[in-house]
């Protein structure tokens, strides 16, 4: 079974930046892609981005591109999620999540960690 924990959320103002953390442990070997999507107060979970481990193959949602870069250290066994330009309506809870090769959902997901933009 794999595990995830995220971190590095928190409060910024509009405009600024944070950088949010995936680590992920135990059958590491499993995982294939790793996603982040986020939830924000009475909406539906959203993907945002997702990164492949192996060929690092990257996939945006429109809304962020431009302003999020998602990369992964291989060596760490850790993801990255780099978010600039940073808008009130990024404002969410913010989970990683792994996908297994040859499944097409992500099955395994953090607990996430909360970031709130200020106007």
């Known amino acids: 079974q794999v595990q995830l924990v995220e971190s590095g959320g928190g409060l910024v103002q509009a405009g600024g930046s944070l950088r949010l953390s995936c680590a992920v442990s135990?059958?590491?070997?499993?995982?294939?892609?790793i996603g982040w999507f986020r939830q924000a107060p009475g909406k539906e979970r959203e993907f945002v981005v997702s990164?492949?481990?192996?060929?690092?193959?990257?996939n945006y949602a429109e809304s962020v591109k431009g302003r999020f870069t998602i990369s992964r250290d291989n060596a760490k066994n850790t993801v990255y999620l780099q978010m600039t330009s940073l808008k009130p309506e990024d404002t969410a809870v913010y989970y990683c999540?792994?996908?297994?090769?040859?499944?097409?959902?992500?099955?395994?997901w953090g607990r996430g960690t909360q970031v709130t933009i200020s106007s």
């Open positions: 135990g059958r590491t070997f499993g995982s294939y892609a």
């Open positions: 990164i492949t481990w192996s060929a690092g193959t990257t």
């Open positions: 999540a792994s996908r297994a090769r040859g499944v097409s959902n992500f099955t395994t």
